[in-house]
T-cell receptor, first 114, second 112 residues
Framework: GAGVSQSPSNKVTEKGKDVELRCDPISGHTALYWYRQSLGQGLEFLIY????????KSGLPSDRFSAERTGGSVSTLTIQRTQQEDSAVYLCASSRAGLKETQYFGPGTRLLVL | QQQVKQSPQSLIVQKGGISIINCAYENTAFDYFPWYQQFPGKGPALLIA?????SEKKEGRFTISFNKSAKQFSLHIMDSQPGDSATYFCAASISNTGKLIFGQGTTLQVKP
């Protein structure tokens, strides 16, 4: 596609439920990143994929968070047993392998945990 | 040491004025410093970026000034326009790590 796409655009869930957020990177971009943006805050790095492997998952805040990428394309971020503090905008970005700093962001998924 | 500190938190500028946003970092291993622009409901978009081997980079009305010894860099928006009203984020990274460390953001409002 023309840009990074994310779905759903908005998600409201109840505390304790699991959620899955999807990211579809720009075609040909082998690197994919997940960030979290809490209200009024900067972006917080969560995890980075090169192909299907995750060389850096240092930003995942707890073991309730996991992510996978299959076929070197679509990625899913899963949050288990959601808590109210998980409410945020989850942003996905992608880049070419040789230009990791030049990241193109999707519109984000706005997650609200009630 | 991984932090990037950004100021001011918010900024109001008259149309035609100069908007200045500042960032500071601690980690001297950082070697890439981008600025992102974010409109409400949208993802951040890369605006301009600099590496530490140059002290200034200009693209149209946007200029990055970089002071390596002070570990500071700033974004100048010349002839600010109402369409520039957005949130601006500075960031820093170490080449090839894929990890951008973002500042807290500055909300810019340009008054007509």
């Amino acid at each position: 596609g023309a840009g990074v796409s994310q779905s759903p655009s908005n998600k409201v869930t109840e505390k304790g439920k699991d959620v899955e957020l999807r990211c579809d990177p720009i075609s040909g971009h082998t690197a994919l990143y997940w960030y979290r943006q809490s209200l009024g805050q900067g972006l917080e790095f969560l995890i980075y994929f090169q192909g299907n492997s995750a060389p850096d998952k240092s930003g995942l805040p707890s073991d309730r968070f996991s992510a996978e990428r299959t076929g070197g394309s679509v990625s899913t971020l899963t949050i288990q047993r959601t808590q109210q503090e998980d409410s945020a905008v989850y942003l996905c970005a992608s880049s070419r392998a040789g230009l990791k700093e030049t990241q193109y962001f999707g519109p984000g998924t706005r997650l609200l945990v009630l | 040491q991984q932090q990037v500190k950004q100021s001011p938190q918010s900024l109001i500028v008259q149309k035609g004025g100069i908007s200045i946003i500042n960032c500071a970092y601690e980690n001297t291993a950082f070697d890439y410093f981008p600025w992102y622009q974010q409109f409400p409901g949208k993802g951040p978009a890369l605006l301009i970026a600099i590496r530490p081997d140059v002290s200034e980079k200009k693209e149209g009305r946007f200029t990055i000034s970089f002071n390596k010894s002070a570990k500071q860099f700033s974004l100048h928006i010349m002839d600010s326009q109402p369409g520039d009203s957005a949130t601006y984020f500075c960031a820093a990274s170490i080449s090839n790590t894929g990890k951008l460390i973002f500042g807290q953001g500055t909300t810019l409002q340009v008054k007509p």
